[in-house]
């Protein structure tokens, strides 16, 4: 069965302090691991796909990274907009794009 | 550009009532479509996909139904709504045939008393 585990649960930042948020997933046969942003009240917002192990991609102050074993969404320079929770999820080979996600990293990011 | 519509946007029903959420996407054809609740604290729980017009693959046991009338027309019924039933839907589509990445509509708020 896949599993996705988000760490931490929750996290507090100053503005302007860099951190990461870890996604660590066990999957056979991974076709995709994916980062969301999700506001509170509002669907998930697309944020990267990630297709092999070391592969990187980035948005504005965002930058993910792929291992064969986890995931990190690096923040650089937070902004308080940047506050949101982050979702992770996977998606095996052959499975109709049946994502498994996490149950998130809440962000919040003060002045 | 691609629309992905949900409504209504919140509900409040009784237990035991019926239960109709519609899901419709915009700007494109023969999607995937799937349906998702997301409890408190908990992570999105797949509930239907559907890669066609009258294709449904179920993946949780439970008195939910879903339906896909029209192509881009996805619908989560229940006949009689359980106080467990309580919590935030969400449609996704992705790209027909091969797409992967899933993109989610503003849900729906379901409150059962």
């Known amino acids: 069965e896949d599993q996705v585990t988000q760490s931490p649960e929750a996290l507090r930042l100053q503005e302007g302090e860099s951190s990461s948020l870890n996604c660590s997933y066990t999957v056979s046969g991974l076709r995709g691991l994916f980062w969301y942003r999700q506001d509170p009240g509002k669907g998930p917002e697309f944020l990267f796909t990630?297709?092999?192990a070391g592969e990187e991609k980035e948005k504005e102050r965002l930058k993910a990274t792929l291992t064969k074993k986890e995931s990190f969404l690096h923040i650089t320079a937070p902004k308080p907009e940047d506050s949101a929770t982050y979702l992770c999820a996977v998606l095996r080979t052959g499975t109709a794009s049946k994502l498994t996600f996490g149950t998130g990293t809440r962000l919040q990011v003060t002045l | 550009s691609q629309t992905i519509h949900q409504w209504p946007a919140t509900l409040v029903q009784p237990v035991g009532s019926p239960l109709s959420l519609e899901c419709t996407v915009e700007?494109?054809?023969?999607?995937?479509l799937y349906w998702y609740r997301q409890a408190a604290g908990r992570g999105l729980q797949l509930l239907f996909y559907?890669?066609?017009?009258?294709?449904i693959s179920s993946e949780v046991p439970q008195n939910l139904s879903a339906s896909r009338p029209q192509d881009r027309q996805f619908i989560l019924s229940s006949k009689k709504l359980l106080l467990s039933d309580s919590g935030f839907y969400l449609c996704?589509?992705?790209?027909?045939?091969?797409?992967?990445?899933?993109?989610f509509g503003p849900g729906t708020r379901l409150l059962v008393l």
């Open positions: 990630l297709y092999s």
């Open positions: 559907s890669v066609g017009i009258g294709q």
């Open positions: 996704a589509w992705a790209h027909g045939g091969k797409g992967e990445t899933q993109y």
């Open positions: 700007g494109t054809s023969n999607p995937n």
